[in-house]
């Protein structure tokens, strides 16, 4: 018999299948011949590869065929029916574990994308940043100046690239209108550095640093939108702020750095900053010190290596250049994902530690609720038992309804989790690094999935102890299994750990809340209301002309009542930082103070609401050719001043025009204090220059309307384009609105966590009705007695919310020790918010023994009004 016949006989059944599986054998056969193969060796390979296939498929039907199968699968449609009856019980558990898997897995894939992803370049793990280090006071990283970078770069011999990098804004003035984009000024090694190719052309050279190089690298995005896709488009000219520059390359899909901004659409080297006609370029100054940087570690090379190397490194530089380097005597080594993470990790790693609390007060409360199910159904199991059905049989239905049960509420929490993980990203403020990155992850779904599973096996495994010894006649007379008490002290127990729980979270929420609040409510130092700002970049020596001529027209527009420009502008988060020198006090350069800078035109202060409390604002007459004068605020005044009227004083930035030298500024008023941040706890101490005096940019433009700001925005666009059609207006938006995306992380994190600690007061306040109610349910007979022997219906309530307290409280006591250390955490990670340690644990004890009094008082009432003939006639 050859083998299609014996195939025809083993699958006489299915003579489809058997002709199927011939016709598999035959085009084999073939197939392995047509390929060189011997057609007895080409039979015999394909016999045995058939072989496994008939073998496998003999097994899958066994098991198809098997009596468990078919057992599970009445098992699994009694439990089904079983949970339609008991719908209440079934949607209270599934909406638990849908919220504690859900949550859980929503922001541990948002950890995972920002925190624990490695960086997207190959051997990601070998790049770190490299910074200097500045120790007056608290130590902190500094940019590096291009001077002491190009030092890095020559003498280091730990890296195999130290790359420069900056943030800029170019303007693309080959299309009408002109268009404003994202770009980087790097240094020629950025993309070798990084390990990763263009799409089309090539890389930097060496040679395209040097001062008069005009390359260009342009990223996908903007070759595909903004030159057709052209694959041409290597070794064009295209134009950028006014100059020319030669198109080299095209960045890959994907590609853009650095990864925490928004994505670049054109590089180019430092050749840019390499000229500056008239002045000294800003490569040649050491004092500017205004660059990211980024290296590869050489193969052998360990990070605390390479800080000793950049240390001793950072030493000579200081040494040899003291005025402009003695602070910065270090340098600041770290892996570029630490860096990257950044203050984004201290409140993921909160919001991480809130919702594995939740997931496991959701395990209790599961716990408690299938604890309690089980228990109910003490008569009808053992019903079923006399009557002839196995304990196995029975052990295995209770375990089917527990996993069913896990499998539908860890299938709600995973497409909870789908939902919240697509609506994370747009709510959370811009600096949210690699949020494109953010999906669910399948990690920790399925790790929450089977945590899921083992809590319901874990409950069910007393079960199968207690059906394998239980007295089926006793079982039927009492309706239970016998001696309860060790199952109370589980689910007493499970309480306890859900009220200390669920207090943790309670405090911290609390914290948090009342820490946003006070953010809110603190006095920005000006008027944001009806206010409005805009930025644009007009090129060439025709700056300051387009502005004045831009707030002279804007100040006519009806319904505008002020019009000025500044920058940085308030709460925004942005600073300027540069050193002064006090002609009272002289020091050496090198140990001069610093503060916050800013450059402004005339009538800025009154155009942002913010009060000049002594002195004069600023004037049209405030130029070059007039003597050298400054505003400062009220901390700048306090700080530097202390006591004395600092109308008068003379002071020396080392900010100039050009190649103009320091010189001493008078002080001429003093304004109050406008944020800069508004995380900030303290004040930030600024001077501000007159715009006229140091015109380094133009800064952005604030507008005061009475009338509709949303009115106002085609108005202001008209008006620029009919000064210069090829400037573009962008970054519009109202102060209300600046406000609002600053304070948009803290409030984000303050909502997830108090959501998670609401859900957690829920929770708590279902497990304790639930352990009380069934203690209630329990005693019937025990309290329809006392209530017939004279127990007044106020005792039996007490009693029963004494229980119920006793639980609270212990769970209270503990979760008051783990609310002092989570308090301390959060002040230590989150050092922008203000401690009131006291009044939230006050508050958030009082919220949760209300909410377990009002939990407790409903079985309370119940129990008092039982009727003693009823409950014990039942009996």
Known sequence: MNWMDRLRVKWSGDPDLAEEMAQHLEEKIDDLVARGVPREEAAHQARRELGNLMLLAERCRDVWRSPYLADLAIDIRYAWRFLRRSQTFAAAAIVTLALGIGANAAVFSIV????????????????????????????????????????????????????????????LTDRTPAIRVNGQVVSWDLFDALRVRPALGRGFIADEEQAGSRAAILGYDAWANNFGGDPGIVGRSITIDGTAHTVVGVAARGFSFPIDGPRVQVYVTLARDAVNPGGQPVTEQRGARMLRSIARLKRGVTLPVAQAEMDALAATVAATHPDQNRNIASAYVRSELERLVG?????????????????????????????????????????????????????????????????????????LAGVAVRLAAPLWPMQLPRAADIAVDWTVVAFSVCLAFVTSIAIGLPTMVRLSRADVSASLRTGSWGNTAGRDHIRNGLVVAQVALGLVLLCGATFLIESFLYLVQRD??????????????????????????????????????????????????????????????????????????????????????????????????????????????????????????????????????KNQKPMMREIVAVVGDA?????????????????????????????????????????????????????????????????????????????????????????????????????????????????????????????????????????????????????????????????????????????????????????????????????????
């Open 524 to 657: 920005p130092g000006f008027r944001p209301d009806q206010l409005i700002s805009f930025s644009l970049s007009p090129t060439g020596e025709r700056q300051r002309e387009f502005l004045d001529q831009l707030l002279e027209r804007l100040r006519g527009v009806p319904g505008v009542t002020a019009a000025s420009a500044g920058s940085p502008l308030p709460l925004t988060g942005s600073q300027m930082q540069m050193s002064f020198g006090i002609q009272e006090r002289p020091v050496a350069p090198s140990d001069r103070p610093y503060a916050n800078m800013a450059i402004v035109t005339p009538g800025f202060f009154q155009t942002i609401g913010a009060r000049i409390e002594q002195g004069r604002d600023f004037t049209d007459r405030d130029d070059e050719r007039s003597a050298p004068v400054l505003i400062v605020n009220r901390a700048f005044a306090d700080r530097f001043f202390p006591g004395e009227n600092p109308i008068g004083k003379r002071i020396q930035p080392g900010a100039t025009n």
């Open 112 to 171: 995972r994308a920002v925190v624990l992803r490695p960086l997207p370049f190959p051997d990601g793990d070998r790049l770190v940043s490299v910074q200097s280090r500045d120790v007056r006071g608290t130590p902190h990283p500094t940019p590096l100046s291009y001077p002491t970078f190009f030092d890095f770069r020559r003498n280091n011999r730990s890296f195999e690239h130290l790359v420069s990098y900056r943030d800029e804004t170019f303007t």
């Open 343 to 415: 203050d984004t990790k201290a409140p993921l790693m909160i919001l991480l530690g809130a919702v594995a609390l939740l997931l496991l007060i959701a395990c209790a409360n599961i716990a408690n609720l299938l604890l309690a199910r089980v228990m109910d159904r003490a008569r009808e199991l053992a019903m079923r038992m006399a009557i002839g059905a196995s304990r196995e049989r029975l052990i295995r239905q209770v375990l089917t309804e527990n996993l069913l049960l896990a499998a539908i509420g860890s299938m709600a929490g995973i497409a």
């Open 675 to 875: 944020r800069q941040s508004p995380l900030g706890l303290d004040r930030d101490a600024i001077y501000y220059f007159p715009y006229r005096q140091l015109s380094w940019f133009v800064p952005a433009i604030v507008v005061r309307t009475s009338g509709p700001l949303t009115e106002l925005a085609p108005t202001i666009r008209g008006l620029v384009a009919e000064i210069d059609a090829s400037v573009p207006v962008e970054g519009m938006r109202t102060m209300k609105e600046l406000m609002s995306m600053s304070m948009a992380g803290p409030r984000l994190l303050t909502g997830l966590l108090g959501t998670f600690a609401f859900i957690a007061l829920v929770l708590t306040a279902v497990g304790l009705y639930g352990v009380v109610g069934y203690a209630v349910a329990k005693q019937t007979r025990e309290i329809g007695v006392r209530i017939a022997l004279g127990a007044t219906r106020r005792s039996v309530t007490r009693a029963v919310i004494a229980r119920a307290a006793i639980l609270v409280g212990i769970g209270m006591a503990l979760g008051l020790a783990g609310s002092l250390a989570a308090g301390r955490v959060l002040a230590s990670v989150l050092t922008n918010f203000p401690v009131h340690n006291l009044r939230v644990l006050v508050i958030a004890c009082v919220t949760l023994a209300s909410c377990a009094a009002a939990a407790s008082f409903l079985p309370a009432r119940r129990a008092a009004s039982i009727d003693p003939l009823q409950a014990l006639r039942s009996e």
